[in-house]
């Protein structure tokens, strides 16, 4: 219920307990739903931006988990690179 009305306290919340992966943090233990990820988060929606947030925790969390896939950031350097080595560069 809380996700429908603050999404960026879920936000929040759950890297909070992913941080803390592979034990959970006890009830008493600095669990938080306000935190610096939760705060990113608001005010990252706020200027319309409120993609990024998730973006780069989830490149975080396919490198920390050896997940394989490729994040669209390393998708679109490649490209810029492959683009600057053929000097084919759209303008």
């Not at 938080?32 to 319309?48: E, H, K, P, R, T």
């Not at 490649?78 to 053929?86: D, G, N, V, Y």
């Amino acid at each position: 219920m809380g996700a429908f009305f603050c999404t960026s306290c879920l936000f929040g919340r759950v890297t909070n307990r992913l941080a803390h992966y592979p034990k959970q943090p006890a009830d008493g233990d600095t669990m938080s739903y306000l935190n610096s990820d939760c705060a990113f988060a608001i005010v990252a929606q706020q200027v319309g931006f409120g993609f990024l947030p998730i973006w780069l925790k989830r490149t975080e969390h396919r490198r920390r988990f050896n997940i394989e896939g490729m994040s669209f950031l390393v998708m679109v350097q490649e490209h810029i690179l492959a683009s600057l080595a053929t000097n084919d560069l759209p303008l």
